[in-house]
C-alpha cells in the first residue's frame, strides 16, 4: 500500500512541476509559479531523481523568461538561489547546470537583472592611402612563403654568388600552391573539417 501512495505522489508532484512549468512562460502566472517552485525547493526533498526531469525542465524555463521584460528577475534568482543550495542532491549533470545558472544570475544582478546585448561593432572606415592600390593589378601584400622559389644550389649560383638568376623577384611555384576545396582523392582539406 505504501508504494502505491508514494508512486502516486510522485506522479501528483511530476505533474505539478510540468503545470508549473507551463504558467512560468506567461508573464501573468510567472510569479505566482515562481514563488510556488521556489518554496518547494527550498526542502531538499525535492532534489531527488524521481523530480529532476521535471524540476530541471521547469528551471529552465524559468532562465529563459525570468529575465525577459515583463517578468521578475528577482523571484528568478531567488529561485536559483534556493536550488544552488541544494544542488548537491541531483546528478552531477543537473547540480553543474544550477551551478552555471547561479553564476549566470549573480552576473546579470550586476547588470539590473537584465541581459545585455553587445554594442554593435563600429563600421570600420574605408581605407584610401595610396599605398593600398593595386599595382599592375595584383594586390599588395599577398605574397607567400610557398610560392617563393628553393635557393640555388651553390654550384649553379653566377660568378659573384650574390645575384639570383631572375633579377631578384620571387617567382610562382605552382608545385607549392594548395587547393581550397579538393585534394586530387576528392577529400577536402584538413581546415575543412569539424571537430
Not at 64 to 83: F, I, P, S
Not at 102 to 108: F, G, V
Not at 123 to 128: C, D, I, L, S, Y
Not at 153 to 179: C, K, R, W, Y
Request: hydrophobic fraction near 30%; include cysteine; aromatic fraction near 8%.
Amino acid at each position: 500500500m505504501a508504494d502505491s501512495t508514494f508512486a502516486e505522489h510522485v506522479a501528483t508532484t511530476n505533474n505539478r512541476l510540468a503545470s508549473l512549468k507551463h504558467n512560468l512562460v506567461d508573464p501573468s502566472t510567472f510569479s505566482e509559479s515562481c514563488i510556488e517552485l521556489t518554496k518547494w525547493c527550498q526542502d531538499q526533498r525535492a532534489f531527488t531523481a524521481h523530480f529532476e526531469d521535471n524540476l530541471m525542465s521547469a528551471l529552465e524555463v524559468a532562465m529563459d523568461y525570468g529575465t525577459r521584460e515583463n517578468y521578475d528577475y528577482m523571484l528568478t534568482h531567488g529561485l536559483v538561489g534556493a536550488c544552488f543550495t541544494h544542488r548537491k542532491y541531483l546528478s552531477k549533470q543537473s547540480g553543474t547546470r544550477i551551478s552555471r545558472w547561479y553564476e549566470q544570475m549573480r552576473r546579470l544582478k550586476k547588470n539590473g537583472g537584465k541581459r545585455k546585448r553587445a554594442p554593435p561593432k563600429p563600421k570600420e572606415p574605408p581605407v584610401t592611402s595610396s599605398s593600398s592600390a593595386p599595382v599592375n593589378g595584383s594586390l599588395p601584400g599577398l605574397t607567400s612563403l610557398c610560392t617563393l622559389p628553393p635557393p640555388p644550389p651553390p654550384s649553379s649560383q653566377s660568378s659573384g654568388g650574390l645575384a639570383p638568376s631572375n633579377g631578384g623577384q620571387p617567382t610562382e611555384n605552382n608545385n607549392f600552391m594548395f587547393s581550397s576545396t579538393s585534394n586530387s582523392d576528392g577529400i577536402p582539406p584538413l581546415g575543412f573539417f569539424e571537430i
